[in-house]
């Protein structure tokens, strides 16, 4: 599970994320809404370990952090914003590797790694090089990665970002079905989505959480019951102050 | 362990690409050919290798090191895999080792290679073998003194050519920085304080003693020492950057 006590960054005087809270439990979606530079990605960072919050804290299972990175590290599957990967690596060779950093070995990795490849529909492009992947494919792979060792805790940089709209649908009912025994946090900016697989969503603006809810209890506080109204409702009246 | 799997990683991605190949057979045929030539091996006979071949090796790996290097932390940094990385159960400090220890390998690779010359040596006089050992001590030591510098490099930028060009500038400086027709032309110029600085900052003083058969305690400190220095200011500069 995911806690966050009033995480900030700021970067130089710009202040990126304001003093965010939120818990996300075992069996939980959380959607995390928001517009382009909300902080949504940099609040990633800092649960995932990746940049140091400048005050408050992540607690992944009950590990902080800042204080444990190495034991918290390892409860965690991340799917950066980018999908970074090695291009000079293969498909295969790629989730190996991400294999042994999560120190698994023998037949539980050859498992782990077959698993990942069915899961994402990799079957196909394993033994490809992954500079010659296509962009689907790309994000797929990054995805496997942070599925491989089956992780308590999953966070997801805009997962569906990139897929057509049949991937989309899968990535979409991969979250719903990993979510029932995960705690999982994915941030979007498409509206459906958070009908589609979350229990509870976030919406960010400015670094701040501006609304909190159920899907259901978001749709009922919207003007004419469509989240896109709240969402533009809550962001634009925002960043209009 | 951990550095164990990023080494290993990086190694097959060395010699996954041209990269570490075109390296070693133009540190080979360089490093050959010079002593041919201009090391006048043939001519002088110079069995321990010092002159016409050992001599060759900085100025070689003030070039190449820098080629083997660059891509350490400018890849990672520019292909965003930094944050792979970065969120793995993975320690900065195993990563930098174990990217450091992949291209040392590739340099040691390249310098084993040249294993001819030394059974041509014995078969065409008797070498002092100690010190043909000590000289690729040496020169392997200068190496990865130059990977390191390059790695400290590699951390600042995501820019290949700028790392390149840094790279090899200050490696250069270290090379001309203790050769003796530069220090001679300095002391002309400057202060004798100014000569021992810009001395203690290149590498032949510590080569040059290896070279000779000398295991001094002090050249291997300063090696080991440099070297550190540049893997904690690389660690240190990757913090930075991510705060
Ligand atoms: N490394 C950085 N240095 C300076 N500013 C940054 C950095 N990373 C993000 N920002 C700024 O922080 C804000 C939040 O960015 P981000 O978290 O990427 O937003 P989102 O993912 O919600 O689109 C943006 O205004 C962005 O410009
Ligand atoms: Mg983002």
Redesign the pocket.
Known sequence: MIEVVNIS?H??T?L??DQLSFTVRKGEVLGFL??????????M?MVTGFIPPSSGEARICGISITENPYEAKTKIGYLP?SAPLYNDMTVMGFLKFCADVRKLSGSAKNDAVEKAIETCFLTSVAHQSIDTLSKGYRHRTCLAQALLHDPEVLIL?EPTDGLDPNQKYEVRQLIKRLGKDKAILF?THILEEVEASCTRAVI?DR?KIVADGTPAELIAKAPNGSLTELFRKVTTTDTAA | MNTLTIFRRELKSYFAQPTAYAIIVIFLILSLGLTFTFGEFMRIGDASLEYSFFFWHPWLYMLLAPAIAMRLWVDEQRNGTIELLGTFPVSTWSAIAGKFLAAATVSLVALLLTFPIVITVNYLGSPDNGAIISSYIGSFLVCCTFIGMTMLVSAFTRDQVVCLIVAVTLCTLMVLGGYEPVTRELAKATSPATVEAVTAFGIWDHFASLNRGLFRLQDFVWFASFITLCLVGTSTILSAKRA
């Open positions: 960054k970067f130089g710009k990126a994320v928001g517009p382009n530079g909300a902080g949504k990605s940099t609040t960072r914003e940089d941030s960010v670094g």
